[in-house]
């Protein structure tokens, strides 16, 4: 191992780096697509498809994950200072 880095500080600032940067934003489109799935054939005469329940529910666990996550960074930041 190098004096220079430490090798097991590195991968923990990648992987949370990765779950906070790509996770996040990739979960808060997860809900978006849940609130607006695609049309079906049968539903294309109306305007817009609705979600039913089961994609009501899948929004908002994952707003509530982006949100807590939200709300963890900012203790991080508070506590800290």
């Given at each position: 191992m190098n004096s220079w880095i430490n090798l097991d500080a ?34 294309a005469v109306s305007d817009r498809p609705t979600a039913g ?29």
């Amino acid at each position: 191992m190098n004096s220079w880095i430490n090798l097991d500080a590195l991968w923990k600032i990648v992987l949370v780096g990765m779950l906070a940067g790509a996770g996040l934003p990739a979960l808060f489109a997860i809900g978006l697509r849940a609130l607006n799935p695609p049309a079906r054939a049968a539903e294309a005469v109306s305007d817009r498809p609705t979600a039913g329940p089961v994609g009501y529910v899948l929004a908002v666990l994952c707003f509530a994950v982006v949100l807590a996550a939200i709300g963890w960074g900012i203790a991080v930041i508070v506590n800290h200072s």
